[in-house]
């Protein structure tokens, strides 16, 4: 069965520091990797996403993150973080037989102080 | 541009009473899912359809129904609320099967008393 571990339930940076989140997955099969933002009160937004090839990805709004299949990690970064970027992020990890039905991780919020 | 919509944003209700919570969009998406999100559990799939008529159980089904008779519609059902049900929902859509990408609406928050 696939699943999807966050360590990390709660991160605080500041603002302009650099930011990683930890992701840890389960799968059998070539997962597909995804990263998504709730903001407060929000549904989700998708930040990115890892189907094949190169495995550093880019998203939206500054971030990226890097598929190591040895580690079985798929981490997001962001070089400077800004206050709009506090909000809670999720990992998830879908099948290519099971489009949108994703496992998701319980999630990280992250706070970020002046 | 509407996107995907909810209905109720937030309802409280008693043990027992049946509850549904409306989900439409307006980009014509086949696919459509219900997640319910909830403290240390992050989402978890209830229900998900992959076009009209088409409907199929998540990891969390019991106790929940869906329909959708429409495209745009995927109503969730609480037959006889329980506590347990008390959680933020999510209803979602994606458009071309391969993308992977799933919009969310802004979810409803239901209080079972």
């Known amino acids: 069965a696939q699943s999807v571990t966050q360590p990390d339930i709660h991160i605080t940076v500041s603002e302009g520091a650099s930011l990683e989140l930890r992701c840890n997955y389960s799968?059998?099969?070539?997962?597909?990797l995804f990263w998504y933002v709730q903001s407060p009160g929000q549904g989700l937004q998708l930040l990115l996403k890892?189907?094949?090839?190169?495995?550093l990805v880019q998203g939206i709004k500054g971030f990226e993150a890097e598929f190591k299949r040895s580690q079985s990690s798929f981490n997001l970064r962001k070089p400077s973080v800004h206050w709009s970027d506090a909000a809670e992020y999720f990992c998830?990890?879908?099948?290519?037989?099971?489009?949108?039905?994703?496992?998701f991780g319980a999630g990280t919020q992250v706070v970020v102080t002046p | 541009d509407a996107g995907i919509t909810q209905s109720p944003r937030y309802k409280i209700t008693e043990t027992g009473r049946q509850v549904t919570l409306m989900c439409h969009q307006t980009?014509?998406?086949?696919?459509m899912f219900w997640y319910r999100q909830d403290l240390g559990h992050g989402l978890r799939l209830i229900y998900y359809?992959?076009?009209?008529?088409?409907?199929d159980k998540g990891e969390v089904s019991d106790g929940y129904v869906v329909s959708r008779s429409k495209t745009e519609n995927f109503p969730l059902t609480l037959e006889s609320a329980t506590r347990s049900q008390t959680s933020v929902y999510f209803c979602a859509s994606m458009g071309a099967a391969n993308t992977g990408e799933l919009f969310f609406g802004e979810g409803s928050r239901l209080t079972v008393l």
């Open positions: 998830a990890v879908g099948a290519l037989d099971s489009w949108g039905k994703l496992q």
């Open positions: 359809s992959a076009a009209a008529d088409i409907t």
């Open positions: 980009w014509s998406h086949s696919y």
């Open positions: 890892y189907f094949s090839g190169d495995t």
């Open positions: 799968y059998g099969a070539t997962p597909y």
